[in-house]
T-cell receptor, first 114, second 114 residues
Framework: AQSVTQPDIHITVSEGASLELRCNYSYGATPYLFWYVQSPGQGLQLLLKYFSGDTLVQGIKGFEAEFKRSQSSFNLRKPSVHWSDAAEYFCAVGSFSSASKIIFGSGTRLSIRP | DAGVIQSPRHEVTEMGQEVTLRCKPISGHDYLFWYRQTMMRGLELLIYFNNNVPIDDSGMPEDRFSAKMPNASFSTLKIQPSEPRDSAVYFC????????????FGPGTRLLVL
């Protein structure tokens, strides 16, 4: 069965510092991978997604993620965070065989230190 | 486009009462998803529809929950009777074509069952 693990529940970084949020997945075939962001009191918004091709994916708001099959990881990165990046971040996995069903990780809450 | 619209945004009810949550997907989207988010269980897919037809309801917790999509622009999630453990944020999301497309989330309905 598919699963997604986000090992960090809460991360705090200083404004302007770099960021990396970890995501590990478990799936036998090539997964489809997503990162969503949820601001307080809001719904989720897609940051980026990976289906195939280039393993480094660019998303909105300056985020990028790299698919590493050998490590079953899809970590999210940003070179310099802004206070407005404070939010909850969710990694998700799906596959063609599971049709439209995607599984979300438990989320990582990001706080920004002024 | 106004995005996915959910109503009500907040609902407080007493145990045993019927609760109806409403969702209007983005026009032209043919997939609609209902999710539930709690601290304990994270974000769970309850059910999803394709062209108004329920495809997978394996995430619906029990018979007290039911969902309908009478037409392409409206869906309801009903809980009858409600219980305190149903307290959560319920999200509706929609997407165009197959699951490879981005899911657009509504702002959610925060439900509190006393």
């Amino acid at each position: 069965a598919q699963s997604v693990t986000q090992p960090d529940i809460h991360i705090t970084v200083s404004e302007g510092a770099s960021l990396e949020l970890r995501c590990n997945y478990s799936y036998g075939a090539t997964p489809y991978l997503f990162w969503y962001v949820q601001s307080p009191g809001q719904g989720l918004q897609l940051l980026l997604k990976y289906f195939s091709g280039d393993t480094l994916v660019q998303g909105i708001k300056g985020f990028e993620a790299e698919f590493k099959r050998s490590q079953s990881s899809f970590n999210l990165r940003k070179p310099s965070v802004h206070w407005s990046d404070a939010a909850e971040y969710f990694c998700a996995v799906g596959s063609f065989s599971s049709a439209s069903k995607i599984i979300f990780g438990s989320g990582t809450r990001l706080s920004i230190r002024p | 486009d106004a995005g996915v619209i959910q109503s009500p945004r907040h609902e407080v009810t007493e145990m045993g009462q019927e609760v109806t949550l409403r969702c209007k997907p983005i026009s032209g989207h043919d997939y609609l998803f209902w999710y539930r988010q709690t601290m304990m269980r994270g974000l769970e897919l309850l059910i999803y529809f394709n062209n108004n037809v329920p495809i997978d309801d394996s995430g619906m917790p029990e018979d007290r929950f039911s969902a309908k999509m009478p037409n392409a622009s409206f869906s309801t999630l009903k809980i009858q009777p409600s219980e305190p453990r149903d307290s959560a944020v319920y999200f509706c999301a929609s997407s165009f074509r197959d699951f490879g497309e981005t899911q657009y989330f509504g702002p959610g309905t925060r439900l509190l069952v006393l």
